[in-house]
């Protein structure tokens, strides 16, 4: 659900929010089926014309059983989509068990290549440094005798074996690990190792079958078993990639089509409903429309502007660390000089903006991070420049931070009489167009993010990608390193000093915001003064770049009937009437 903005005391000079009571009305048509579609879909298209941008944000069906044709359309696809869903999921379940399968053989095949690489690694550094090489050399095959001691002599039965025949030769194990690979004869390894002709003569015959079982039995078979293992495993993990991609849009689906039985408000409001729902076929849908635009209000503003300045980010309001932030993350959209387009009123990122962020990531249950603050500029920024003078289709947009900001929520309702006769009431409560400044602009730009973050959220928890931890949602790898640092290679100081210093870039802001928040101190504690002593002057009380005064400005210039909102929700209101043929109602478009 949109979080509600004017449900916050504002500061004068700081913000603008208001709704004229003369822009808000209850609106119902009751049409044959099909007409309230079409209106709604024309007034969207319509809003492009007009120079609005236009977002569904919220979004709810719910269809009666006895409405049967729509509830197997609707209801049983959802159903559909949920058995998708866990096939898919049991899919990516059985695929990383078979990749698992795989890795196992893979990391002890790579474990074998690794002692032979030594080997090779050893014999060349012999040509140049003898005992780096040979020291290299013994270390490998003194690992590879012990893996044929124990699993392959071993099988060579009682009484050959060379673990079996110790207790009678308690050395020849240490013996055998002695030898090299010219150790082949009898009697020289008995010269050499100080032996009987008898452990001499096993010794010599056990290094035959050791030269014999490594270099041409193992050293082949674990070259090809490697080579064909790690092609599975890439097969294996590139298949859990894919299932989860291919899974992606199915969960999407699924979300998107959302029943109205969820919320409770809805379920309450279907209870006591007195169309009789469980009686009679009926369905009921609800979305909710936002469009805004820039307008001039007063003689102000009144130039298009043919292009944007650029500024600093830190005179867009960005403190230092998130300048740091945002060079790494955004770079693609900032100049090397670190600058960004302008907005009409700079900082854009203010107290206001800040303000709202704890409640949307409350409403939301998303994390707002810098990157997703700047995107929510961003997105005003790229309206302005999509609707400069010849770069848009429609009407252009003016260079005001004032916006006519526009409320549509719909509520739709199909009835299916017993003759078969189909109708469908459209309720708008309350179609209403508000006066926003540029910072409640950018505060809803900002739910339009956390939304697709919440969506986003949602499919990674369903696939296994993000997790919770301490109440917040986190990607796997990010959650693991917290629980063990040392272990996956989080330098637990070196974060904690990066964390200081970026903390420290806090403070540094620009000049002129600096400037601000001091005149703001001095004028607020001025305005206390005259308010205590019965005297309150709005210019020591208000602070901030947008008009405050109520009653000689906003009240009688910006929201006047022929200015922004009110002409714009008359607008709106005229082209559903007259679309739905209201009588007394026309209008030529």
């Given at each position: 659900?949109?979080?509600?903005?004017?449900?916050?005391?504002?500061?004068?000079?700081?913000?603008?929010?208001?709704?004229?009571?003369?822009?808000?009305?209850?609106?119902?048509?009751?049409?044959?089926?099909?007409?309230?579609?079409?209106?709604?879909?024309?007034?969207?298209?319509?809003?492009?014309?007009?120079?609005?941008?236009?977002?569904?944000?919220?979004e709810?069906?719910?269809?009666?059983?006895?409405?049967?044709?729509?509830?197997?359309?609707?209801?049983?696809?959802?159903?559909?989509?949920?058995?998708?869903?866990?096939?898919?999921?049991?899919?990516?379940?059985?695929?990383?068990?078979?990749?698992?399968?795989?890795?196992?053989?893979?990391?002890?095949?790579?474990?074998?290549?690794?002692?032979?690489?030594?080997?090779?690694?050893?014999?060349?550094?012999?040509?140049?440094?003898?005992?780096?090489?040979?020291?290299?050399?013994?270390?490998?095959?003194?690992?590879?005798?012990?893996?044929?001691?124990?699993?392959?002599?071993?099988?060579?039965?009682?009484?050959?074996?060379?673990?079996?025949?110790?207790?009678?030769?308690?050395?020849?194990?240490?013996?055998?690990?002695?030898?090299?690979?010219e150790?082949?004869?009898?009697?020289?390894?008995?010269?050499?190792?100080?032996?009987?002709?008898?452990?001499?003569?096993?010794?010599?015959?056990?290094?035959?079958m050791y030269?014999?079982?490594?270099?041409?039995?193992?050293?082949?078979?674990?070259?090809?078993?490697?080579?064909?293992?790690?092609?599975?495993?890439?097969?294996?993990?590139?298949?859990?990639?894919?299932?989860?991609?291919?899974?992606?849009?199915?969960?999407?689906?699924?979300?998107?089509?959302?029943?109205?039985?969820?919320?409770?408000?809805?379920?309450?409001?279907?209870?006591?409903?007195?169309?009789?729902?469980?009686?009679?076929?009926i369905?009921?849908?609800?979305?909710?429309?936002?469009?805004?635009?820039?307008?001039?209000?007063?003689?102000?503003?009144?130039?298009?502007?043919?292009?944007?300045?650029a500024?600093?980010?830190?005179?867009?309001?960005?403190?230092?660390?998130?300048?740091?932030?945002?060079?790494?993350?955004?770079?693609?959209?900032?100049?090397?000089?670190?600058?960004?387009?302008?907005?009409?009123?700079?900082?854009?990122?203010?107290?206001?903006?800040?303000?709202?962020?704890?409640?949307?990531?409350?409403?939301?249950g998303?994390?707002?991070?810098?990157?997703?603050?700047?995107?929510?500029?961003?997105?005003?920024?790229?309206?302005?420049?999509?609707a400069?003078?010849?770069?848009?289709?429609?009407e252009?947009?003016?260079?005001?931070?004032?916006?006519?900001?526009?409320?549509?929520?719909?509520?739709?309702?199909?009835?299916?009489?017993?003759?078969?006769?189909?109708?469908?009431?459209?309720?708008?409560?309350?179609?209403?167009?508000?006066?926003?400044?540029?910072?409640?602009?950018?505060?809803?730009?900002?739910?339009?993010?956390?939304?697709?973050?919440?969506?986003?959220?949602?499919?990674?928890?369903?696939?296994?990608?993000?997790?919770v931890?301490?109440?917040?949602i986190?990607?796997?790898?990010?959650?693991?390193k917290?629980?063990?640092?040392?272990?996956?290679?989080?330098?637990?100081?070196?974060?904690?000093?990066?964390?200081?210093?970026?903390?420290?870039?806090?403070?540094?802001?620009?000049?002129?915001?600096?400037?601000?928040?001091?005149?703001?101190?001095?004028?607020?504690?001025?305005?206390?003064?005259?308010?205590?002593?019965?005297?309150?002057?709005?210019?020591?009380?208000?602070?901030?770049?947008?008009?405050?005064?109520?009653?000689?400005?906003?009240?009688?210039?910006?929201?006047?009937?022929?200015?922004?909102?009110?002409?714009?929700?008359?607008?709106?209101?005229?082209?559903?009437?007259?679309?739905?043929?209201?009588?007394?109602?026309?209008?030529?478009?």
């Amino acid at each position: 659900m949109a979080l509600p903005l004017r449900d916050v005391k504002l500061i004068p000079g700081k913000g603008i929010c208001i709704v004229p009571k003369e822009s808000e009305e209850f609106l119902s048509f009751t049409t044959p089926l099909g007409k309230a579609s079409g209106v709604v879909t024309s007034l969207l298209f319509q809003f492009r014309k007009w120079g609005y941008v236009r977002y569904k944000v919220d979004e709810s069906i719910w269809v009666s059983p006895v409405f049967k044709t729509y509830y197997d359309l609707v209801i049983s696809q959802r159903e559909q989509l949920q058995a998708s869903i866990k096939a898919g999921l049991t899919s990516i379940s059985q695929a990383i068990s078979d990749f698992e399968l795989v890795w196992h053989d893979l990391r002890k095949y790579k474990e074998y290549l690794s002692h032979f690489e030594k080997l090779e690694k050893g014999k060349m550094l012999m040509k140049e440094k003898k005992e780096e090489g040979e020291k290299l050399f013994r270390e490998a095959d003194t690992t590879l005798k012990s893996i044929f001691i124990d699993q392959v002599d071993i099988h060579t039965g009682e009484g050959v074996a060379l673990k079996l025949i110790a207790p009678r030769w308690p050395t020849i194990i240490v013996d055998f690990m002695r030898l090299s690979d010219e150790d082949v004869e009898a009697d020289k390894i008995s010269k050499k190792l100080k032996v009987s002709e008898a452990e001499g003569v096993v010794l010599a015959t056990k290094n035959k079958m050791y030269l014999e079982w490594r270099d041409k039995i193992f050293f082949p078979a674990v070259k090809e078993r490697y080579q064909r293992l790690k092609g599975l495993a890439e097969a294996r993990k590139k298949s859990i990639e894919e299932y989860k991609n291919m899974l992606k849009p199915t969960i999407a689906r699924y979300k998107m089509i959302v029943d109205a039985l969820e919320k409770p408000e809805a379920r309450k409001g279907i209870l006591i409903s007195p169309a009789m729902p469980y009686a009679q076929a009926i369905s009921g849908d609800t979305v909710t429309i936002w469009a805004w635009k820039p307008f001039a209000p007063s003689e102000k503003y009144k130039i298009t502007k043919e292009s944007l300045d650029a500024i600093p980010l830190l005179e867009a309001g960005f403190n230092g660390r998130e300048v740091e932030e945002l060079k790494k993350t955004r770079a693609d959209k900032i100049t090397k000089g670190g600058e960004v387009l302008a907005l009409p009123v700079e900082p854009s990122i203010d107290e206001i903006v800040r303000s709202y962020i704890p409640q949307i990531e409350k409403n939301y249950g998303v994390k707002i991070t810098t990157e997703d603050v700047f995107d929510a500029r961003q997105m005003l920024v790229e309206q302005f420049r999509y609707a400069l003078t010849g770069l848009s289709p429609v009407e252009a947009w003016v260079w005001s931070p004032y916006f006519v900001f526009i409320h549509v929520p719909l509520s739709r309702t199909v009835v299916r009489t017993p003759e078969g006769v189909e109708i469908e009431d459209l309720e708008i409560e309350n179609l209403y167009s508000a006066l926003y400044t540029q910072n409640y602009i950018i505060v809803r730009c900002l739910e339009l993010i956390a939304k697709e973050k919440q969506l986003e959220n949602y499919i990674n928890l369903l696939l296994g990608e993000f997790g919770v931890s301490e109440k917040k949602i986190e990607s796997i790898e990010d959650i693991v390193k917290e629980e063990f640092p040392s272990v996956y290679g989080l330098d637990v100081e070196k974060k904690a000093k990066e964390e200081e210093r970026m903390k420290s870039l806090e403070k540094i802001k620009s000049v002129k915001i600096r400037r601000m928040e001091f005149i703001d101190r001095i004028r607020e504690a001025f305005g206390k003064i005259f308010e205590e002593i019965g005297f309150p002057v709005q210019f020591f009380r208000a602070f901030g770049p947008y008009e405050f005064t109520i009653q000689q400005q906003i009240a009688k210039g910006y929201m006047a009937a022929g200015e922004g909102p009110g002409r714009e929700f008359v607008k709106v209101r005229d082209f559903l009437k007259t679309h739905f043929g209201v009588p007394g109602v026309e209008v030529k478009w």
